[in-house]
């Protein structure tokens, strides 16, 4: 079971490394301050660099235990001029081979590091990957993007079992992205209607933009995309879900969020999942109950901050 830790640093030009670190864990690190490297098993290479556009958050992947051990055969990364990177981009990285970061200004660094296996990635895979950045502009990039720093976040400052179940979600976010990196997010052949990759992308962010919207169908979304029924559960198929799963895990995922973030004080559960398409508050706390192991309402109290005792 993937777990977490948060990182901290003592000083803006590296991690901290005396932070517990799970054998088979994800672990997930926030640095505010500009970080000199990223964490990675060697001294990071001059001619693997990163280099910044402009000051932000940058996002990173570490990608742990690649192969059979020791560095990538041939070039891992980018050459001698190096990977530009704007804010929000999603990096992936080998960490036996961290890039060098070339950063003109301060800019803020959200690191996760994951063992491959968790993400079902090949030495020939990671290989592929560390060479294309998912761009935050891109549909998918800008869809994630923001829920990937949300979940570091909240990840960092939840309590055990609530971390934990954010670092599961982060990983299932980092699988969509290292599969859409990869050309795995659609079928290989194209289907009825030609449609070719693209057409997963769009997909996805229809069923984004109409989460809300409890008569959101596979019926619908096929006839906004001007494709079968069939074709469309062809799609989900193909990435091991149904459209209705992943409508659930969507909505979930937004409940979540919204119960977090606005606590005891604010709307009320009924509420917060009749905004995000939910018709029944007991066919909610059900599914919630299931997905996450706990009620909307000790998923909410967990998530809450801890009062700070008064000084005496």
């Known amino acids: 079971m993937p777990t977490t830790s948060s990182l901290t640093c003592d000083s803006p030009g590296a991690f901290d490394r005396r932070t517990h670190h799970a054998p088979l864990g994800v672990d997930i690190v926030r640095q505010e ?22 000051d932000g958050e940058y996002l990173f992947v570490g990608l742990r235990g690649a192969g059979s051990g020791g560095r990538p055969a041939g070039p891992a990364g980018p050459g001698p001029a190096g990977l530009w990177l704007a804010p929000g981009d999603v990096c992936f990285y080998d960490v036996r081979r961290a890039p060098a ?12 590091v994951v063992p491959v296996e968790l993400l079902d990635l090949t030495e020939h895979d990671v290989r592929r990957i560390v060479r294309t950045p998912v761009a935050r502009a891109s549909r998918l990039g800008a869809l994630l993007s923001p829920l990937l720093s949300d979940l570091a976040r909240a990840a960092a400052e939840a309590r055990p079992p609530l971390g934990e179940s954010l670092a599961r979600n982060a990983v299932n976010v980092l699988s969509t ?30 069923v984004e933009l109409h989460l809300p919207e409890p008569d959101l169908c596979p019926e619908g979304i096929a006839r906004a ?22 409508i659930l895990r969507r909505r979930l995922e937004e409940c979540r969020r919204d119960l977090a973030r606005h606590g005891r004080g604010s709307r009320t559960i009924a509420a917060v999942a009749g905004r995000w398409g ?35």
């Open 177 to 206: 992205l290292a599969a859409e990196q990869l050309g795995r997010a659609a079928p290989a052949a194209p289907g009825p209607t030609g449609a070719q990759p693209p057409v997963l992308a769009r997909i996805l962010e229809y």
């Open 278 to 312: 939910f018709l029944s508050a007991t066919h909610f706390s059900r599914v919630f109950r299931t997905a996450y192991g706990m009620s909307p309402r000790e998923w909410r109290d967990a998530a809450a901050p801890v009062p700070r005792s008064a000084p005496h």
């Open 225 to 246: 995309h001007h494709i079968s029924v069939r074709y469309l559960h062809k799609l989900f198929q193909d990435e091991g879900s149904t459209v209705g799963r992943w």
């Open 33 to 54: 301050k500009s970080p000199a490297r990223l964490p990675g098993d060697a001294t990071p290479d001059a001619a693997h660099r990163l280099l910044a556009r402009e």
């Open 101 to 112: 970061l070339a950063f003109g200004g301060p800019f803020r660094a959200t690191v996760f």
